[in-house]
């Protein structure tokens, strides 16, 4: 009270303990002219304020801070998948922040959405963030919230953070490879300090979210080169789950591709009822470099190129190696080149042997084939579909 009247300016959010209650206290000086008249005390229990930003969090969550999947909508047969799956139940039974690795488009989302579901936090919020969705200008405060006037455009009343609506539930960060290594320090403190600061505001919060990060980069390479700091890769690589590339578990893409056909049949008002042997052996043959989003591409694809309720080897090839803008394989053309029309025809001519002798030798088995021409198996397949070479 005293050193309000002295100071003749508020002092809010004063922590005091009154009778073993902890209660916030603001003192408002009444200034009449340059002399103090009075002051206006405004006291809160702290236990009340606890419960308010709870209830506040619950509404949030309610505006979907919820985790959709869970590990049965993981579509899979191998046993490669099986281990990883079990690995991520044995996961969720603690609440240490786990790094999730592995290529784009293999489900490191769904998979953390798994975890959380099984996890004892899976009644509270699970708030994903894509890390290379944000503004570096806009990361903090999407992060962390600001408090009411912080600066220029703010809205009124301040806003809270993603971390914040997090709060007893799970903070998923996707990406995490892209955020600014300035921002990464903002970052590691928070973790360590388990509180958060708006900005603009003279207050921490304290919070208690789990953190899942995921990443399709190394991120000890990234720390090598200066782009990621390695004291916050060890607060995030507690627990690393990997998550296999669908190259790595084949038996499950005739299985993923099926469940594909299936939901777009429905979308579409289709009813491919399957593919033939030929075209299976296609697709399971498919490198597949964009993992289960690109299968699942293809059968969206496929359902909309499909005249008949099966899908063939000609249709699923089509729908696989679709025409693109031909990449030459010989660099830019010198000057020589480029005013000696018959020596590139000639050379394009030589190609298209080179192809053929190599189907020769392998009997017509394509894979086997662009080894041998030291290319990739789609672009052996375009480059028959342009010289019309039919094996």
Same mark, same amino acid.
């Given at each position: 009270?005293?050193?309000?009247?002295?100071?003749?300016?508020?002092?809010?959010?004063?922590?005091?303990?009154?009778?073993?209650?902890?209660?916030?206290?603001?003192?408002?000086?009444?200034?009449?002219?340059?002399?103090?008249?009075?002051?206006?005390?405004?006291?809160?229990?702290?236990?009340?304020?606890?419960?308010?930003?709870?209830?506040?969090?619950?509404?949030?969550?309610?505006?979907?801070?919820?985790?959709?999947?869970?590990?049965?909508?993981?579509?899979?047969?191998?046993?490669?998948?099986?281990?990883?799956?079990?690995?991520?139940?044995?996961?969720?039974?603690?609440?240490?922040?786990?790094?999730?690795?592995?290529?784009?488009?293999?489900?490191?989302?769904?998979?953390?959405?798994?975890?959380?579901?099984?996890?004892?936090?899976?009644?509270?919020?699970?708030?994903?963030?894509?890390?290379?969705?944000?503004?570096?200008?806009?990361?903090?405060?999407?992060?962390?919230?600001?408090?009411?006037?912080?600066?220029?455009?703010?809205?009124?009343?301040?806003?809270?953070?993603?971390?914040?609506?997090?709060?007893?539930?799970?903070?998923?960060?996707?990406?995490?490879?892209?955020?600014?290594?300035?921002?990464?320090?903002?970052?590691?403190?928070?973790? %360590?300090?388990?509180?958060? =600061?708006?900005? +603009?505001?003279? !207050?921490?919060?304290?919070?208690?979210? #789990? /953190?899942?990060? *995921?990443?399709?980069?190394?991120?000890?390479?990234?720390?090598?080169?200066?782009?990621?700091?390695?004291?916050?890769?060890?607060?995030?690589?507690?627990?690393?789950?990997?998550?296999?590339?669908?190259?790595?578990?084949?038996?499950?893409?005739?299985?993923?591709?099926?469940?594909?056909?299936?939901?777009?049949?429905?979308?579409?008002?289709?009813?491919?009822?399957?593919?033939?042997?030929?075209?299976?052996?296609?697709?399971?043959?498919?490198?597949?470099?964009?993992?289960?989003?690109?299968?699942?591409?293809?059968?969206?694809?496929?359902?909309?190129?499909?005249?008949?309720?099966?899908?063939?080897?000609?249709?699923?090839?089509?729908?696989?190696?679709?025409?693109?803008?031909?990449?030459?394989?010989?660099?830019?053309?010198?000057? %020589?080149?480029?005013?000696? =029309?018959?020596? +590139?025809?000639? !050379?394009?001519?030589?190609?298209?042997? #080179? /192809?053929?002798? *190599?189907?020769?030798?392998?009997?017509?088995?394509?894979?086997?084939?662009?080894?041998?021409?030291?290319?990739?198996?789609?672009?052996?397949?375009?480059?028959?579909?342009?010289?019309?070479?039919?094996?």
């Amino acid at each position: 009270f005293q050193k309000g009247m002295n100071r003749k300016k508020p002092i809010l959010n004063e922590l005091l303990e009154v009778e073993e209650n902890k209660i916030t206290f603001d003192f408002v000086p009444v200034l009449v002219g340059d002399s103090v008249a009075g002051i206006v005390i405004t006291c809160q229990s702290v236990t009340k304020i606890q419960q308010i930003e709870t209830q506040i969090r619950k509404k949030l969550s309610e505006k979907g801070l919820v985790a959709k999947y869970h590990f049965s909508d993981i579509i899979h047969r191998s046993e490669i998948m099986e281990e990883t799956i079990f690995l991520a139940q044995r996961y969720a039974a603690v609440s240490s922040n786990i790094l999730i690795v592995g290529e784009t488009g293999t489900g490191k989302e769904l998979m953390a959405q798994g975890i959380h579901n099984v996890s004892e936090r899976k009644n509270k919020p699970f708030v994903a963030v894509n890390c290379a969705a944000l503004p570096e200008n806009l990361l903090e405060s999407e992060l962390f919230g600001y408090a009411d006037g912080a600066f220029t455009g703010s809205r009124r009343g301040g806003k809270i953070g993603l971390v914040e609506q997090a709060h007893q539930g799970t903070l998923f960060l996707d990406e995490i490879s892209e955020l600014p290594i300035n921002f990464q320090g903002k970052l590691l403190r928070v973790l %360590q300090e388990k509180q958060v =600061r708006r900005i +603009g505001d003279d !207050r921490v919060i304290d919070v208690d979210v #789990r /953190i899942i990060a *995921a990443t399709n980069r190394n991120l000890k390479q990234q720390v090598k080169e200066g782009k990621f700091r390695q004291d916050l890769l060890y607060r995030l690589d507690i627990l690393k789950l990997y998550i296999p590339a669908l190259r790595e578990r084949r038996e499950d893409i005739t299985l993923i591709f099926q469940n594909s056909i299936k939901k777009y049949n429905k979308r579409f008002g289709r009813d491919i009822s399957g593919c033939t042997k030929e075209a299976e052996e296609a697709l399971c043959n498919y490198p597949f470099e964009g993992n289960i989003r690109e299968l699942s591409n293809i059968a969206e694809r496929l359902c909309v190129m499909a005249r008949d309720n099966i899908i063939d080897e000609r249709l699923m090839r089509a729908a696989l190696y679709p025409d693109d803008v031909e990449v030459p394989i010989y660099g830019t053309p010198d000057i %020589q080149d480029r005013e000696d =029309r018959g020596a +590139g025809e000639s !050379r394009l001519e030589s190609e298209r042997e #080179r /192809i053929v002798d *190599a189907l020769r030798k392998t009997e017509g088995k394509k894979t086997e084939a662009a080894k041998l021409l030291q290319m990739d198996r789609s672009t052996l397949w375009r480059k028959m579909k342009h010289y019309q070479i039919h094996w």
